[in-house]
């Protein structure tokens, strides 16, 4: 079944604790990305790759890494996590490009609580 | 970063009733996604428009992408409580790269009985 998968889907966490997100697609998909989601703010894009060892910022990048490593995978790095990174994340991947016109196909969801 | 407004943020309405949800921009965009998000999943696709004053049908639901490409419009008709979910539309952020996507706020949608 094609599908992106997230790990964990829930977390609670405490400041400063280092933690990963992960996300695995299994479309051989080269476009991959993550958002988060918050009460009346939307969808924000945090970062997205374009390919294997491409990356680049969204429009709320601080705070997060992420790496490509594999076209499959996309992790999501909170090197030092802080209560307003409390969210909803969602990783998404694409066939190409950013989805102008095409798909962007999204995972299940993590939600993340840092006390 | 273009910005996308959506009207209304919230709606109940009951089965049976049409209802319509906005979506508006200052920017033009070379096209517009709407997207429907159930309780607990992700984001699905249900149209992408691309041409100004496109108009595109699913079922009940009717898209139209503004003339001038800056807004679009979500119809349903006869809504069910099926389509009850947050009604998201999303375009390509050319300001910097068009590898940007962005969201606008959504719209939460409640069909009840």
């Known amino acids: 079944e094609a599908q992106v998968t997230q790990n964990p889907r829930y977390l609670i966490t405490v400041t400063g604790k280092k933690l990963t997100v992960t996300c695995s697609q299994n479309?051989?998909?080269?476009?991959m990305s993550w958002y988060r989601q918050d009460p009346g703010l939307g969808l924000r894009q945090i970062y997205y790759?374009?390919?294997?060892?491409?990356?680049d910022k969204g429009d709320v990048p601080e705070g997060y890494k992420v790496s490509r490593k594999e076209k499959r995978n996309f992790p999501l790095i909170l090197e030092s996590p802080s209560p307003n990174q409390t969210s909803l994340y969602f990783c998404?991947?694409?066939?190409?490009?950013?989805?102008?016109?095409?798909?962007?196909?999204f995972g299940p969801g993590t939600r993340l609580l840092v006390l | 970063t273009q910005l996308l407004e959506q009207s209304p943020q919230f709606l109940s309405i009951q089965e049976g009733e049409n209802l319509t949800v906005y979506c508006n921009s200052s920017?033009?965009?070379?096209?517009l996604q709407w997207y429907r998000q159930e309780p607990g999943e992700g984001p699905v696709l249900l149209v992408t428009?691309?041409?100004?004053?496109e108009v595109k049908k699913l079922k009940r639901l009717t898209f139209q992408f503004g003339d001038a490409r800056k807004d679009s419009s979500l119809h349903i008709t006869a809504a069910q409580p099926g389509d009850t979910g947050l009604y998201l539309c999303?375009?390509?952020?050319?300001?910097?790269?068009?590898?940007?996507?962005?969201f606008g706020t959504g719209t939460r949608l409640q069909v009840t009985l």
């Open positions: 998404a991947s694409s066939p190409r490009t950013s989805g102008s016109r095409e798909t962007q196909y």
């Open positions: 479309m051989n998909h080269e476009y």
């Open positions: 790759s374009m390919n294997v060892e491409v990356t």
């Open positions: 920017s033009v965009f070379s096209s």
């Open positions: 428009v691309v041409t100004g004053g």
């Open positions: 999303a375009g390509p952020d050319h300001t910097g790269t068009a590898s940007k996507l962005t």
